[in-house]
């Protein structure tokens, strides 16, 4: 069974950091990509940033390139972003999703609950 479990957001002023985690459980880490969503109020679902957790190969989406690091540690199972720069457009929640096949980003089929970013100004 395929858990996960997202942790690490919180209010944090504009140009300020945060580190959020993805602790995964239930299924062999190294087989899976893990990835990062975030939903806005009245914005649809985007698709923040992809580890393959076999190889490491990294995707960020445009709007975070620069300013967001995704990690993995695989002796613990869990994936880490770190977030730089936040601007108020960052304010969402976010989510941790696995998915065997990595190329079917960004339609991942296990998903963890939210944890909520929120950065002011």
């Known amino acids: 069974d395929v858990q996960l479990q997202a942790s690490g957001g919180g209010l944090v002023q504009a140009g300020g950091s945060l580190r959020l985690s993805c602790a995964a459980s239930?299924?062999?880490?190294?087989?899976?990509?893990i990835g990062w969503f975030r939903r806005a109020p009245g914005k649809e679902r985007e698709g923040v940033s992809c580890?393959?957790?076999?190889?490491?190969?990294?995707y960020y989406a445009d709007s975070v390139k620069g300013r967001f690091t995704i990690s993995s540690d695989n002796a613990k199972n869990t994936v880490y972003l770190q977030m730089n720069s936040l601007k108020p457009e960052d304010t969402a929640v976010y989510y941790c999703a696995a998915d065997r096949d990595g190329s079917s980003w960004p339609d991942f089929g296990s998903w963890g609950q939210g944890t909520q970013v929120t950065v002011f100004s």
């Open positions: 239930g299924f062999t880490f190294d087989d899976y990509a």
């Open positions: 580890i393959s957790s076999s190889d490491g190969s990294t």
